[in-house]
């Protein structure tokens, strides 16, 4: 049993380092957490613990494994950006946003602007001439400018 042990400590340490090595060249994946835990059950396996029949062994593994989990999430969380919003604004992410005429929106031209936010936008109508002031929401974008439609 010893030498399988160890034929197989070797396997998950083999397996484990592949998937941190995908996870260094295409992050994202979260795959940073088994591999750590199949390291760490592959080390186990070669001292000799018996993690697959023995009772006491398998409560060992588990444990082990929760902890290296626990220890590789919470070095994960140290290592990516911080809670804050993202910088950038795309297009798509302006749907649904409510703002306010700031110059007369029509549906022929894009000569009107819209607040949203912080921020103007060229801005055509849905239907409709929409006057100064006046609260819209954002229906889609077209290019660099939105599609909005009266809040009633």
Do not use: C
């Amino acid at each position: 049993m010893l030498a399988e042990g160890i034929a197989l400590g070797w396997v998950l340490i083999v397996i484990g380092a592949v998937l941190l090595l995908i996870e260094v060249y295409q992050p994202g994946y979260f795959i940073a957490v088994p591999a750590t835990v199949l390291i760490i059950l592959g080390i186990l396996l070669l001292l000799g613990v018996d993690i697959l029949s023995s009772p006491t062994g398998l409560i060992v593994g588990v444990l082990v494994a929760i902890a290296a989990a626990s220890v590789t999430v919470w070095l994960y969380s140290r290592l990516t950006p911080g809670k804050e919003p993202p910088r950038t604004l795309s297009r798509d992410s302006l749907v649904g946003l409510e703002g306010t005429v700031v110059v007369p929106v029509n549906p022929e031209t894009l000569a009107g602007k819209v607040r949203l936010g912080s921020m103007e936008w060229s801005a055509r109508s849905e239907s409709g001439s929409i006057p100064v002031g006046r609260r819209v929401i954002v229906v889609h974008s077209e290019g660099v400018h939105v599609v909005v439609k009266e809040v009633v």
